[in-house]
């Protein structure tokens, strides 16, 4: 019986320690001491697929890897992947996915994406580039000074869109850090149920977003949900082609771009949700921005310090406004050219109206409102209809 046990604890050994073996760079000559190129020892470990671990220590590479369906790449504290040459660190080969294969189920941990030895950047150089990629999982990483996009997800072989994509608890510092056209943290063109969750992106360079969902042909489609992110310097940007389809949730967020020129968070054609969020602008963009983006829902967010704390325009219709704290804003509430809007039970503190409607903007509703003394209602009357302005009260 003893035997019997000890052979028994073997197995389990055994089999556990197989099941859980990893394939590393070392295994292929990588010395990751900052020195020598790694590229082609890390190539070959991420062609065994399975499970593929570096060991803490600076991994150079010269050119980009490429990573494939079924691979785990992970580290720890310490494990970096250094670029020294213009192109992408880590991408998929969409390109050869077959007609009855998706590139999927790949997960990318706890390592640190490093551009900045990279002198001459190019925007198209992405961190990590995935087109037409189906269970992608970025996870415990940091991207630091990426030329181009930190993380780009758009279209690939066969006209494959990316789907099911988890990014969450990454770091991201300076990426799209090309003069000419700055790039993004995270660049969503053509994917479905992209979840970016507890991420923090710096970012104080001019035009440059934490995360741009843009879909650049109208057959491209992004569904994009962002929740609780922490974004300094850098905002969040929904456009793209005007025939895309689009929908965004953003939800319990910190943005602050006080001391840049960026926009805050700004949606065009798209549905939008928009809730729980903590923004602060630099007093000439606007809070939130909704432009021909109808039934969107911007709920329980506070503003400061925006030109327009909300600004609805252009076809914007039946638009929700609710429950949002706007203060230190050139005007709360902003509309024009948008119907059958409800601007219901916010605080509006605001230096100018805390609620303007004009040009074309029918069957709005304002009820339950709290307004500052100094700010009030506007409505350009020769331009709009069907106004109600009802049960509003002045703050005390």
Same mark, same amino acid.
């Given at each position: 019986?003893?035997?019997?046990?000890?052979?028994?604890?073997?197995?389990?050994?055994?089999?556990?320690?197989?099941?859980?073996?990893?394939?590393?760079?070392?295994?292929?000559?990588?010395?990751?001491?900052?020195?020598?190129?790694?590229?082609?020892?890390?190539?070959?470990?991420?062609?065994?697929?399975?499970?593929?671990?570096?060991?803490?220590?600076?991994?150079?590479?010269?050119?980009?890897?490429?990573?494939?369906?079924?691979?785990?790449?992970?580290?720890?504290?310490?494990?970096?992947?250094?670029?020294?040459?213009?192109?992408?660190?880590?991408?998929?080969?969409?390109?050869?996915?077959?007609?009855?294969?998706?590139?999927?189920?790949?997960?990318?941990?706890?390592?640190?994406?490093?551009?900045?030895?990279?002198?001459?950047?190019?925007?198209?150089?992405?961190?990590?580039?995935?087109?037409?990629?189906?269970?992608?999982?970025?996870?415990?990483?940091?991207?630091?000074?990426?030329?181009?996009?930190?993380?780009?997800?758009?279209?690939?072989?066969?006209?494959?869109?990316?789907?099911?994509?988890?990014?969450?608890?990454?770091?991201?510092?300076?990426?799209?850090?090309?003069?000419?056209?700055?790039?993004?943290?995270?660049?969503?063109?053509?994917?479905?149920?992209?979840?970016?969750?507890?991420?923090?992106?710096?970012?104080?360079?001019?035009?440059?977003?934490?995360?741009? /969902?843009?879909?650049? =042909?109208?057959? *491209?489609? +992004?569904?994009?949900?962002?929740?609780?992110?922490?974004?300094? @310097?850098?905002? !969040?940007?929904?456009?793209g082609s005007k025939s895309a389809k689009k929908r965004i949730v953003v939800n319990k967020c910190y943005i602050?771009?006080?001391?840049?020129?960026?926009?805050?968070?700004?949606?065009?054609?798209?549905?939008?949700?928009?809730?729980?969020?903590?923004?602060?602008?630099?007093?000439?963009?606007?809070?939130?921005?909704?432009?021909?983006?109808?039934?969107?829902?911007?709920?329980?967010?506070?503003?400061?310090?925006?030109?327009?704390?909300?600004?609805?325009?252009?076809?914007?219709?039946?638009? /929700?406004?609710?429950? =949002?704290?706007? *203060?230190? +804003?050139?005007?709360?509430?902003?509309?024009?050219?948008?119907? @059958?809007?409800? !601007?219901?039970?916010?605080?509006?503190?605001?230096?100018?109206?805390?609620?303007y409607i004009r040009k074309e903007s029918r069957g709005t509703r304002i009820e339950r409102n709290r307004i500052?003394?100094?700010?009030?209602?506007?409505?350009?009357?020769?331009?709009?209809?069907?106004?109600?302005?009802?049960?509003?009260?002045?703050?005390?």
């Open positions: 019986m003893h035997i019997h046990f000890v052979l028994s604890i073997f197995s389990l050994f055994f089999f556990t320690s197989f099941s859980y073996a990893s394939i590393t760079p070392q295994q292929f000559g990588a010395k990751a001491d900052g020195v020598h190129d790694d590229t082609k020892a890390l190539q070959a470990a991420l062609d065994c697929r399975g499970k593929v671990f570096l060991p803490p220590g600076e991994y150079l590479i010269s050119g980009k890897l490429i990573i494939h369906s079924d691979t785990q790449l992970f580290g720890e504290k310490g494990s970096t992947i250094k670029q020294t040459k213009d192109s992408f660190i880590l991408y998929n080969e969409h390109s050869q996915v077959s007609d009855a294969d998706w590139d999927c189920n790949i997960s990318i941990r706890k390592i640190v994406f490093n551009g900045l030895l990279v002198d001459a950047v190019s925007e198209y150089t992405a961190g990590i580039y995935m087109c037409g990629v189906r269970n992608l999982v970025v996870e415990d990483c940091s991207l630091i000074g990426i030329g181009g996009d930190g993380i780009y997800l758009g279209r690939g072989g066969k006209d494959r869109f990316c789907e099911r994509i988890r990014i969450s608890n990454c770091f991201f510092k300076d990426c799209g850090r090309n003069a000419t056209n700055p790039r993004q943290s995270i660049a969503v063109v053509y994917a479905e149920d992209v979840r970016i969750e507890k991420c923090t992106m710096v970012n104080n360079r001019k035009q440059s977003y934490a995360v741009d /969902v843009e879909p650049n =042909n109208r057959d *491209e489609h +992004c569904t994009v949900s962002i929740t609780d992110c922490r974004m300094i @310097g850098c905002g !969040i940007s929904c456009g602050d771009c006080s001391e840049t020129e960026n926009a805050t968070l700004s949606v065009v054609r798209a549905g939008a949700k928009i809730t729980g969020n903590t923004i602060i602008a630099n007093g000439k963009n606007n809070g939130i921005t909704i432009v021909t983006s109808p039934l969107a829902i911007v709920k329980k967010n506070s503003i400061r310090d925006a030109s327009a704390g909300v600004l609805i325009a252009d076809g914007a219709d039946n638009v /929700v406004i609710k429950s =949002n704290t706007i *203060e230190n +804003c050139s005007s709360g509430v902003y509309v024009i050219d948008s119907k @059958g809007l409800a !601007i219901l039970a916010n605080i509006l503190k605001t230096k100018g109206k805390g609620v500052g003394s100094l700010s009030g209602i506007a409505v350009d009357t020769e331009q709009t209809e069907d106004v109600r302005i009802q049960r509003n009260k002045e703050l005390d």
